[in-house]
């Protein structure tokens, strides 16, 4: 077979070439810990906290956050600042705007300055259900997150995060 010949690895060969990658670029593994640990508490968390408010009130995490952001902004954004801020990608942001208008929760126009630009905005549907849904992912948020930590702890992963947040922002 020569050259076309695939060397297949065994699972511990493929084990370790990992920890030697990583090694090489992790040097004893530094932060390795904490970068697994975030990782699954936010999968965790998001996980949860989609079932419980679906559960609660039929509203999908990710609807519940295109009416949050349009709210935190006065009501409006541009689909593409909609699609920055939100929880969602930026291709499946179109797709989920549709649905919010087809079911009343907000609207979609042209943007006034260029034409170009689609603006999405919070329909009084989409108050009202965001005043229903709030409380709901609040206490969920209070119950899986800030009830398990003490303020110190709370405090140091908020500076710790925004920091990570404003170092990757800016570079």
Do not use: N, Y
Not at 17 to 40: F, H, I, Y
Not at 90 to 101: C, H, I, K, N, Q
């Amino acid at each position: 077979m020569g050259l076309l010949q695939t060397q297949v690895l065994s699972g511990a060969d493929v084990a370790g070439l990992l920890d030697r990658l990583v090694v090489k670029e992790l040097p004893g593994g530094r932060g390795l810990a904490a970068w697994s640990s975030l990782l699954r508490a936010h999968a965790t968390l998001l996980r949860q906290l989609e079932t419980d408010l679906e559960k609660e009130t039929g509203l999908a995490l990710a609807d519940f956050d295109v009416l949050a952001q349009l709210a935190l902004a006065g009501g409006s954004l541009r689909m593409t600042e909609l699609a920055d801020r939100a929880l969602i990608s930026r291709s499946g942001m179109t797709r989920r705007v549709a649905r919010l208008v087809d079911v009343g929760l907000v609207s979609r126009a042209g943007a006034d300055s260029d034409g170009r630009g689609v603006v999405v905005g919070l329909t009084e549907a989409g108050v009202a259900r965001l005043t229903e849904t709030a409380p709901v992912h609040a206490r969920g948020i209070s119950r899986l997150f800030v009830s398990r930590l003490d303020d110190q702890e709370l405090a140091v992963l908020e500076s710790a995060l925004a920091k990570v947040t404003l170092d990757c922002t800016f570079g």
